[in-house]
């Protein structure tokens, strides 16, 4: 019972944030995950001005395998590729409201609202390998969840950065996507990754308006889609993230989407691997030589004051989760 509770207290957890809107409980769309199968998804070599660096397109595309499946008659959860760093997960039951939990080897716990569409949606396994438990929650009424299924998996990462190359729930998109294309073209000119991360972030930096009046108004269970934030040119928190993480994954550069607190509003920002330098975090601005909090929302709007006020305060940003 006790258990119980202390699940029901993370479910109905729900934050509003001052700067980026509610961010707890979003639910994944599916576009870029199917019960069949897929391998990467080539491109071709974007034209023009082009450096050294190969700028093909790379997405992964998540499998439900149907090899190492658990599940009843309302919920099924596929960790064929439990190695890669991602579960796909699927609701076939009637409840109207359902809730998908995430325990991971530290014990913290990623709480998705689900999508009801009878479709696997993909989940990653981000906090490394080791024994995670998953379970599917339907709403009783008002705050009351009970479980419909749960499995415990243990997973042995082929590699730790692998699941951050997949779209997954909150960071979505698929070798059609236009802001997979876009990243494309950012990329053409470089010469190696950290130019196209540099390349990106300016472009969204520049390009991206934050929005006030979505992040007074967003609902529980807004997630970003990023052909949209392309489109428009205006976003929150998670679309800045969620769109530059779709563009550098893509790019096979592996891209964390990470949602804590910046001071005391929670928020979304990202980080970046690149090889042999190892996690880019805490960028803001680019100067050739110093990195820091990678964040292009604060990025694009913030006084170079600012900037190197948060700069220089290694506390400020408070890492609570990373997809």
């Known amino acids: 019972m006790e258990r119980f509770k202390y699940l029901l207290s993370l479910i109905v957890l729900s934050i509003s944030l001052v700067a980026c809107g509610t961010l707890e409980g979003a639910s994944p769309s599916s576009p870029t995950s199917s019960d069949s199968s897929a391998t990467s998804s080539g491109g071709t070599q974007a034209k023009g001005s082009q450096g050294a660096r190969d700028s093909t397109i790379r997405v992964l595309e998540p499998v439900a395998g149907g090899i190492d499946v658990y599940g009843n008659s309302d919920a099924s959860i596929d960790a064929s590729n439990a190695t890669d760093g991602y579960v796909m997960v699927k609701y076939t039951g009637s ?47 008002d705050d009351q969840y009970a479980a419909a299924f749960t499995q415990s998996v ?21 070798a059609s996507s236009n802001a997979v294309k876009k990243g494309q073209e950012l990329a053409a000119s470089a010469n190696s990754d950290l130019e196209v991360v540099q390349n990106v972030y300016h472009y969204i930096t520049k390009n991206v308006t934050y929005d006030y009046d979505k992040a007074a108004t967003v609902q529980s269970g807004y997630i970003p889609k990023v052909d949209d934030t392309l489109a428009t040119g205006t976003g929150i928190c998670f679309d800045y993230a969620s ?10 550069i592996p891209t964390r989407l990470e949602i804590g607190y910046a001071g005391t509003e ?42 190197k006020k948060y700069l220089e305060d290694d506390s400020y940003y408070q890492l609570k989760f990373k997809y």
């Open 154 to 174: 243990n997973v042995t990462l082929k590699d730790e950065y692998s699941m951050f190359l997949y779209p997954n729930a909150y960071v979505d998109f698929n």
């Open 266 to 307: 929670y928020h979304a920002w990202i980080s970046v691997y690149i090889k042999d330098q190892g996690w880019v975090d805490k960028v803001i601005q680019f100067d050739g030589s110093t990195w820091t909090l990678m964040d292009p929302t604060l990025g694009s709007y913030a006084s170079s004051s600012t900037v």
């Open 243 to 252: 769109l530059m993480g779709a563009m550098l994954r893509s790019q096979g």
């Open 95 to 141: 409840a109207a409201k359902v809730r998908m939990l995430i325990e991971t080897p530290a014990g913290n716990t990623y709480n998705y609202l689900m999508a009801l569409d009878g479709n696997y949606d993909v989940y990653p396994l981000s906090e490394g390998s080791g024994t995670y438990k998953i379970g599917v929650y339907e709403n009783l009424h």
